[in-house]
């Protein structure tokens, strides 16, 4: 095993805590939604065993009616290092939530089926994923029961953490319809910014985080139930929905094998891929853009989002050209950092304001496979093990990668980065 993956092998299992992962040491020091798939993932090179233990410990957190929160406060009491915290959740308020765990109140990005498509490939163990499966498509269920936008198989994201791509430029025009006066009086006890070299660049501003707490303050109102129609962040995210997409396609192929009836997922699937285009598609920047449902307009940003489609085969053969074009214009911009230089909005430190992310790259990675783009795949693959090699196993990286010693940032030890680059040695 090379330098890197013991490197990345010791990431896993300094964070490992008996049935789940934290993202990173004192930062992170819960269990987070989708970052479990991701290493859930990683852990299968490793330790089959720990990546279906990890998923079946975030499933233990599943309300009642589906949804499954974007963290698990595992225990909650013993530490003091994150904020908002499971108290100021208040997931009790809800009556679906669980009694004896407490969680957020907001979901991520459902990666749970094709990670469970992965693991289910390995595993000779098919009650206990049978059991996964079902805990996943009452979560899918849950989606589009509560978050579908006019039957068209596409759903909504009613928070910017619910995208994952937390302070993303994409949610900017969003967010300032929120206005200042009805955030000034909320109050922070942020512990990030303790936690983090450079926090002045590399976090949300104090502002940011008032408004995102605005919308969590909003959904406990609403006892984490839906929303109003006058309710400010109502959005489709073209990530979100190609990952829901994708572990769909994941979900009725394992359903082939146990015996299980998709047919809602299959109809699902059909919409959704049907009309992905209307909503997400620029003709004119050859881009996927996310679509605010309140102003009815796309979010024109050039964003490492645009380019996830491509993840769960979605663009046609036309449309992927366009998009590979796109890279070999940006041939300096491998690994894709999340926003590009020349957006407003722009901060090359400031987490998914314009660092490079790999699990952004991984998908992209794995999509340019299914379309034959081995040698476009390849370079994004090389780019980011060399980079993470280079700067070590951070949340994020510098764009603009140079012979720096300071280009990785957020969270050291950070267990997706760890967990993907094993993927992509391995692979």
Request: aromatic content about 16%; glycine content about 4%; hydrophobic content about 35%.
């Given at each position: 095993?090379?330098?890197q993956?013991e490197q990345?092998?010791?990431?896993?299992?300094k964070n490992?805590?008996?049935?789940?992962?934290?993202?990173?040491?004192?930062?992170?020091p819960?269990q987070?939604?989708?970052?479990?798939?991701?290493?859930?993932?990683g852990?299968?090179?490793?330790?089959?065993?720990?990546s279906?233990?990890?998923?079946?410990t975030?499933?233990s957190?599943q309300?009642?009616n589906?949804?499954?929160?974007?963290?698990?406060f595992?225990?909650a009491?013993?530490?003091s290092s994150?904020?908002p915290?499971?108290?100021y959740?208040?997931s009790?308020?809800?009556?679906?939530?669980p009694?004896?765990?407490k969680?957020?109140?907001?979901?991520?990005?459902?990666?749970?089926g094709?990670?469970?498509?992965?693991?289910f490939?390995?595993?000779?163990d098919k009650e206990?994923?049978?059991?996964?499966?079902?805990?996943?498509?009452?979560?899918?269920e849950?989606?589009?029961?509560?978050?579908?936008?006019?039957?068209?198989?596409l759903?909504?994201?009613w928070?910017?953490?619910e995208s994952?791509m937390?302070?993303?430029?994409?949610?900017?025009?969003?967010?300032?319809?929120?206005?200042?006066?009805?955030?000034?009086?909320?109050e922070l006890?942020?512990k990030?910014?303790h936690e983090?070299e450079e926090?002045n660049n590399?976090?949300?501003k104090?502002?940011?985080?008032?408004?995102y707490?605005?919308?969590v303050?909003k959904?406990?109102?609403?006892?984490?139930?839906?929303v109003?129609?006058?309710?400010?962040?109502?959005?489709?995210?073209?990530?979100?929905?190609t990952i829901l997409l994708q572990?769909n396609?994941?979900?009725i192929?394992?359903?082939?094998e146990?015996?299980?009836?998709?047919?809602?997922?299959?109809?699902?699937?059909?919409k959704?891929?049907?009309?992905f285009s209307k909503?997400?598609?620029?003709?004119n920047?050859?881009l996927?853009?996310p679509?605010d449902l309140?102003?009815?307009?796309?979010i024109?940003?050039?964003?490492s989002g645009?380019?996830?489609?491509?993840?769960?085969g979605?663009p046609?053969a036309?449309?992927?050209?366009k998009?590979?074009?796109?890279?070999?214009k940006?041939?300096n911009?491998?690994?894709i950092?999340?926003c590009?230089?020349?957006?407003?909005?722009?901060?090359?430190?400031?987490y998914w304001?314009g660092?490079?992310?790999?699990?952004?790259?991984?998908?992209v990675?794995?999509?340019?496979?299914?379309?034959g783009?081995?040698?476009l795949a390849?370079k994004?693959?090389?780019?980011?093990?060399?980079?993470?090699?280079k700067?070590g196993?951070?949340?994020y990286?510098?764009?603009y990668l140079?012979?720096?010693q300071?280009a990785?940032?957020?969270?050291?030890?950070?267990?997706?980065?760890?967990?993907?680059?094993?993927?992509?040695?391995?692979?």
């Amino acid at each position: 095993m090379t330098k890197q993956l013991e490197q990345c092998k010791l990431v896993l299992e300094k964070n490992w805590k008996g049935k789940f992962t934290i993202p990173s040491p004192r930062l992170y020091p819960f269990q987070w939604n989708w970052d479990s798939g991701f290493i859930a993932i990683g852990n299968s090179h490793l330790k089959l065993d720990r990546s279906i233990l990890e998923i079946e410990t975030l499933f233990s957190g599943q309300w009642e009616n589906g949804f499954l929160p974007h963290i698990l406060f595992h225990n909650a009491d013993k530490y003091s290092s994150y904020f908002p915290s499971a108290d100021y959740w208040n997931s009790s308020v809800s009556p679906f939530a669980p009694e004896n765990l407490k969680t957020s109140g907001i979901t991520q990005p459902p990666v749970h089926g094709f990670v469970l498509e992965h693991l289910f490939n390995l595993s000779s163990d098919k009650e206990r994923m049978t059991k996964i499966f079902d805990k996943i498509v009452k979560y899918h269920e849950y989606l589009y029961d509560y978050r579908e936008f006019n039957d068209s198989g596409l759903v909504s994201i009613w928070h910017n953490w619910e995208s994952g791509m937390d302070n993303s430029v994409w949610w900017d025009d969003v967010l300032e319809r929120i206005d200042r006066s009805k955030v000034e009086n909320i109050e922070l006890f942020r512990k990030d910014i303790h936690e983090v070299e450079e926090s002045n660049n590399t976090r949300p501003k104090d502002l940011d985080y008032k408004r995102y707490l605005y919308l969590v303050n909003k959904l406990h109102d609403s006892k984490y139930e839906r929303v109003s129609d006058y309710y400010p962040f109502q959005v489709l995210d073209p990530v979100f929905n190609t990952i829901l997409l994708q572990s769909n396609k994941s979900l009725i192929k394992i359903g082939k094998e146990i015996n299980r009836d998709t047919s809602f997922l299959q109809s699902q699937t059909e919409k959704g891929i049907e009309n992905f285009s209307k909503y997400f598609w620029n003709e004119n920047d050859s881009l996927y853009y996310p679509f605010d449902l309140i102003s009815q307009n796309q979010i024109n940003k050039h964003c490492s989002g645009c380019y996830i489609p491509i993840f769960a085969g979605i663009p046609s053969a036309i449309q992927i050209e366009k998009l590979v074009n796109h890279f070999e214009k940006n041939d300096n911009l491998i690994p894709i950092p999340s926003c590009f230089p020349d957006q407003k909005g722009f901060e090359k430190k400031n987490y998914w304001r314009g660092p490079v992310w790999v699990n952004m790259n991984w998908m992209v990675w794995k999509g340019l496979l299914l379309y034959g783009k081995d040698r476009l795949a390849e370079k994004i693959k090389n780019s980011t093990i060399k980079m993470v090699d280079k700067y070590g196993v951070y949340e994020y990286f510098d764009p603009y990668l140079n012979a720096k010693q300071t280009a990785g940032y957020g969270g050291a030890n950070f267990s997706w980065t760890a967990a993907l680059i094993l993927d992509m040695e391995r692979s």
